[in-house]
């Protein structure tokens, strides 16, 4: 076996993965390694268009055309708030994309009667995980981009017919695998050239040559309609799975599927013989799964606890938190917080998911400034999973330039809280709900969260009293020692600044 | 099972652990920004994509040709894109470490 050329490039474009996955793990060399993993994936595109004799370029330019101009104009201009989404929908992409070359595959192949079982194995795999993948981010952009209810969705029996579409997959994969013409022949032995290859063979022929043992493969030919069969169930889990998930789960289950098409791009690489894509997506695979575990860890929330407590389902609000024993909220004017936040001696503020819509984090760092000017000591509390994705605060406020120094975690600003004068709540909700540690009905219950209300006072900036992402009411907003300052939140940051300076 | 399957089977796990290892310790911080670049590398299957639409025949097979090619395409560049964008902000003046919880 000679080593061809693309071999080179292909084993060149992994490491150049491995390299850059590995500086993504430090704020410094990220963004190097970011585009040494473009520069792998350009040596790949390259070589496998120089070296593969290609007859219909046209296909492929209109095809890598559209794409890129698309995706490019996509990420260019998606708002840094809707970036969930937008790798949601990048994911989805890149599944269906798989699922159809394991499909192509199968097809081209099924003419030919010549599909050795571990080959029908990879192919249904990478095809089944691709459409999961694919069916599955395409509902978590609509649930993020909130086309449908961001709220789970959830009916009776769901759980059944989820696990009865998998028993459909595996049975199915397993006709499929196992069924059609089964008869045993010779292919790779030097002898085979001098005997027929029966592609026509009548079922049940049994061909046996003599020979290298190994080299007998078992052939067959499934039908096309058992396979789109299996990877219509297949795509059909993938909507089932996601819709009931919402509120601050989504984040894993993007993460989740992130590293579900890493495994079907591996597969793809185990049909079509191709090292680069098996190194890539095991890669994608492995890293995405741990960092699945790594975000659930910090909601202390299992995997399966994600994907089947149908986290956020209004089932469990007859509690502490049932509408109707709601008690008043108090509103405060932008002066009252104002004079409240100049006499403190520590503010802690808690940015949210609503800070990032509002564009607000500049307008919260002149805030502070002004504030500490006075001699306020100002901190920021992070919680693990703020904003939609974890680290997505943490990019936003390094945007406005506030110090890395003045940003805590969870576990570190807690204790802090009950030195705290005030603690500043803009556009935060979920995370900082204290039925999460105290009512045990709550579907957040046992989420770790930021004990605001442990601070002498609590100002929540809010657009209005609608309940977080989760659909849950916040019992923080009944608490006597709260109050509400309702509008967009950059315009009441503005506001406060301003009222501070005029003190 | 052929020879070539095992090998690649043994590519396989070896990349698994090579996966698990590099992002180990990994900051919340950079949870997004690495969750993406990932999801662009995952764009790898465009490599597949080609080999296979470069022999489809006309005209069922190209009009899935061009379609697997689009998605697997808008997958790499708006991925690799979009990092870049995420990752931008982490440039900050003054020189950002990340403090360690």
């Given amino acids: 076996m000679t080593v061809s050329l693309l071999d080179v490039a292909y084993l060149v474009s992994g490491i150049f993965f491995i390299i850059?996955?590995?500086?993504?793990?430090?704020?410094?060399?990220?963004?190097?390694?970011?585009?040494?993993?473009?520069?792998?994936?350009?040596?790949?595109?390259?070589?496998?268009?120089?070296?593969?004799?290609?007859?219909?370029?046209?296909?492929?330019?209109?095809?890598?055309?559209?794409?890129?101009?698309?995706?490019?104009?996509?990420?260019?201009?998606?708002?840094?708030?809707?970036?969930?989404?937008?790798?949601?929908?990048f994911n989805g992409a890149g599944g269906g994309a798989a699922a159809l070359v394991a499909a192509a595959d199968f097809f081209q192949h099924i003419d030919d009667r010549l599909l050795p079982a571990d080959a029908s194995i990879v192919i249904l795999l990478s095809a089944c995980i691709g459409a999961i993948s694919f069916t599955g981010s395409v509902v978590a952009y609509l649930k993020l981009q909130e086309l449908i209810g961001g709220?789970?969705?959830?009916?009776?029996?769901?759980?059944?017919?989820?696990?009865?579409?998998?028993?459909?997959?595996?049975?199915?994969?397993?006709?499929?695998?196992?069924?059609?013409?089964?008869?045993?022949?010779?292919?790779?032995?030097?002898?085979?050239?001098?005997?027929?290859?029966?592609?026509?063979?009548?079922?049940?022929?049994?061909?046996?040559?003599?020979?290298?043992?190994?080299?007998?493969?078992?052939?067959?030919?499934?039908?096309?309609?058992?396979?789109?069969?299996?990877?219509?169930?297949?795509?059909?889990?993938?909507?089932?799975?996601?819709?009931?998930?919402?509120?601050?789960d989504m984040p894993v289950i993007i993460s989740l599927l992130n590293s579900f098409t890493g495994l079907a791009a591996a597969m793809t690489g185990f049909v079509l013989n191709n090292t680069v894509l098996i190194?890539?997506?095991?890669?994608?695979?492995a890293s995405g799964t741990l960092l699945t575990l790594l975000m659930g860890k910090a909601m202390n929330r299992s995997l399966t606890n994600v994907l089947f407590g149908a986290f956020g389902a209004p089932v469990a609000t007859a509690g502490l938190s049932d509408t109707s024993s709601r008690g008043s909220v108090r509103e405060a004017s932008a002066d009252d917080v104002a004079t409240m936040l100049a006499y403190a001696r520590q503010v802690v503020v808690v940015p949210g998911y609503g800070l990032a819509v509002a564009q607000a984090q500049h307008a919260v760092r002149e805030l502070a400034e002004r504030l500490e000017a006075r001699g306020v000591v100002v901190k920021y509390a992070i919680h693990p999973v703020a904003g939609r994705m974890p680290g997505h605060m943490n990019v936003l406020l390094a945007e406005a330039n506030v110090p890395y120094t003045s940003l805590y975690d969870m576990e570190d600003i807690n204790p802090e809280f009950?030195?705290?004068?005030?603690?500043?709540?803009?556009?935060?909700?979920?995370?900082?709900?204290?039925?999460?540690?105290?009512?045990?009905?709550?579907?957040?219950?046992?989420?770790?969260?930021?004990?605001?209300?442990?601070?002498?006072r609590v100002v929540v900036l809010k657009r209005s009293m609608k309940p977080g992402f989760a659909g849950i009411d916040n019992l923080l907003y009944e608490d006597p020692r709260c109050v509400m300052l309702f509008g967009d939140a950059k315009e009441s940051v503005e506001r406060l600044g301003l009222a501070v300076k005029n003190l | 099972m052929s020879a070539t399957f095992f090998t690649e089977i043994?590519?396989?796990?070896?990349?698994?652990?090579?996966?698990?290892?590099?992002?180990?310790?990994?900051?919340?911080?950079?949870h997004t920004p690495l969750m993406s670049a990932t999801n662009a590398i995952h764009g790898i299957v465009l490599v597949g994509a080609l080999i296979v639409a470069g022999v489809a025949y006309p005209p069922l097979g190209h009009v899935l040709a061009i379609v697997t090619v689009f998605l697997a395409s808008l997958n790499v560049f708006g991925g690799f894109v979009v990092t870049e964008r995420m990752l931008a902000m982490f440039q900050p003046r003054k020189p950002q470490e990340r403090r360690d919880p």
């Fill in chain 2, 10 to 30: 043994t590519i396989f796990l070896l990349a698994v652990f090579i996966g698990f290892e590099v992002i180990a310790k990994v900051p919340s911080t950079l």
């Fill in chain 1, 151 to 248: 709220r789970p969705i959830t009916f009776r029996g769901q759980q059944l017919i989820n696990a009865a579409l998998l028993a459909v997959v595996f049975i199915g994969g397993w006709y499929v695998v196992t069924s059609g013409v089964t008869h045993t022949h010779e292919l790779l032995s030097p002898l085979s050239a001098s005997v027929p290859i029966p592609h026509a063979a009548p079922p049940n022929l049994d061909v046996r040559l003599a020979g290298n043992a190994s080299l007998v493969r078992l052939v067959f030919a499934p039908t096309i309609e058992a396979f789109l069969f299996v990877v219509f169930a297949a795509a059909l889990l993938g909507i089932l799975v996601v819709l009931p998930i919402g509120g601050a």
């Fill in chain 1, 20 to 89: 850059g996955l590995k500086l993504l793990s430090s704020p410094k060399h990220a963004r190097l390694g970011n585009r040494l993993s473009a520069i792998g994936m350009g040596i790949s595109l390259v070589a496998v268009m120089l070296c593969s004799g290609f007859v219909s370029w046209n296909v492929l330019l209109i095809g890598l055309a559209l794409g890129a101009v698309v995706g490019i104009a996509g990420a260019r201009f998606v708002k840094m708030t809707a970036m969930p989404q937008m790798v949601a929908i």
């Fill in chain 1, 279 to 285: 190194i890539s997506g095991a890669l994608v695979g």
């Fill in chain 1, 418 to 456: 009950s030195r705290t004068d005030v603690a500043l709540i803009i556009g935060a909700n979920d995370v900082t709900n204290p039925a999460a540690r105290i009512d045990r009905s709550s579907p957040i219950y046992g989420m770790p969260i930021l004990d605001v209300d442990r601070a002498e």
